[in-house]
């Protein structure tokens, strides 16, 4: 007995040892398998490409890359192309061959790999078509796939259904398409009484890659909600909405609606002349013509005053606004919402015999728009028994 306890106590003894042996011998866990991203490569086509490369990593050893470049189809052209290719890895070479999105153009992309540091720099040749760029980038950083992920988010700002016109704007209206719908939903608006912003025809390189883009209008308010049905119908809609536009809270009041409807609709014409004269006491100023844009559903007054600049010379004051009344949320039929720009002021001679030709140098200057306000908004909400939108509170007042 006294022989197998002491033989345990030995083996005992030697366990600590013989763990120690197996953990020094066993293997090596391999490297984690990471995600990075170059969301950028300095100087690809003149710095005008946008660049994605992404690499699968195992530790520091790429093991698969796919890169994407969206480029211009021509120097200074708005329009855009794209293509994303495969790279085989051979150690510091990344090799691989496509076609263009659009174009349909033979890419072939040859490009060596090598870190400098915290940093990595390729060098190597792009060719499209027949174009062949050389690259020769230095300093460029990578990200994780997180930080990746946070900057390719973004919200297109359209509401499908606002609570009311605090947020967005009554007379900007917005619909998502699927890139191969948007020519034929633009085409149907063709003889509309629409607006459509020429910064929107344009396919970025986020529409793209994302497929979809978004095209954006102006419209009367009265016809917004029959245009964002219509948008919502259309083959192809992803969504449509309101969005911000020209409405500004801070020069926006809001009333009863009562008096300034005739029926089912805005009387525009009551509503214009109401405007017109308050803003005639407050410029001290004389109403001269107000016209509602069949299109976009703004109000343009214009009023004239003697200049006091230096009277002797008999000069005019031309002042310009700019309105829009809306009912105050979607279907809404108990409040109107009034938007009313800053005056912009131009100075002219309107001697019917010679006249002095004058120039406004300030006229690109901030002060001048709201150099001649004189307190209307606080009028207008006077006049129109109105509240006025408190921002520190979101409430109107």
């Known amino acids: 007995m006294r022989a197998i306890l002491l033989a345990l106590a030995v083996i005992a003894a030697a366990a600590p040892e013989l763990g120690w042996a197996q953990s020094k011998s066993g293997t090596k866990a391999a490297p984690a398998v990471e995600t990075r991203y170059f969301t950028a490569i300095d100087g690809l086509m003149d710095g005008n490409a946008d660049v994605i490369l992404k690499e699968t990593r195992q530790g520091k050893t790429v093991t698969a890359a796919t890169l994407d470049v969206c480029y211009p189809v021509a120097k200074n052209s708005d329009r855009k192309d794209r293509f994303v290719v495969s790279l085989t890895v051979n150690g510091q070479t990344l ?24 940093n990595f720099e390729f060098r190597g040749q792009i060719t499209i078509g027949k ?12 990200v994780s796939e997180k930080e990746f992920q946070e900057s390719q988010s973004s919200d297109d700002g359209i509401s499908a259904q606002p609570k009311d016109f605090t947020d967005v704007s009554p007379e900007a209206v917005s619909v998502r398409l699927k890139l ?24 970025g390189c986020d529409a793209l890659r994302a497929g979809e883009q ?25 969504t449509a909405g309101w969005t ?11 009333f009863a609606a009562g008096e300034w409807r005739d029926g089912d609709k805005i009387n525009k014409d009551k509503l214009a002349g109401a405007i017109s004269d308050v803003l005639a006491k407050t410029y001290n100023a004389k109403p001269t013509s107000a016209a509602w844009n069949p ?21 005019t004051d031309v002042i310009e606004v700019t309105g829009l ?33 004058l120039s406004d140098e300030s006229s690109g200057d901030e002060e001048s728009d709201t150099r001649d306000d004189g307190g209307a908004i606080e009028e207008l909400a006077k006049a ?11 409430v109107w007042k």
Do not use: C, H, Y
Request: proline residues 5%.
């Open 95 to 118: 090799t691989g061959a496509t076609q263009s999105n659009g174009a349909k153009e033979p890419v072939t992309v040859k490009l060596t790999r090598k870190p400098t540091g915290d």
């Open 131 to 142: 174009t062949v760029t050389e690259v020769a980038s230095t300093d460029n950083s990578d």
């Open 180 to 203: 191969d719908a948007v020519a034929d939903f633009l085409k149907s608006l063709k003889g509309e009484n629409v607006e459509v912003s020429l910064s929107s025809l344009i396919v």
């Open 214 to 238: 978004t095209v954006s209008m102006t419209v009367d308010p009265e016809r917004a909600g029959a245009l964002i049905a219509k948008a919502r119908a259309t083959t192809g809609a992803v």
């Open 244 to 254: 911000a536009g020209t409405v500004e809270m801070d020069r926006t009041i809001r």
């Open 295 to 315: 299109v976009t559903g703004k109000l343009k007054l214009t009023l004239k005053r003697p200049s006091q600049l230096m009277p002797s010379l008999e000069l």
């Open 325 to 357: 009344v809306s009912p105050d949320k979607p279907g809404g039929a108990d409040a109107l919402v009034l938007w009313i720009s800053s005056p912009t002021t131009t100075t002219v001679d309107e001697a019917s015999a010679a006249k002095l030709i």
């Open 384 to 394: 129109f028994k109105a509240k006025r939108w408190d921002a520190d509170n979101s």
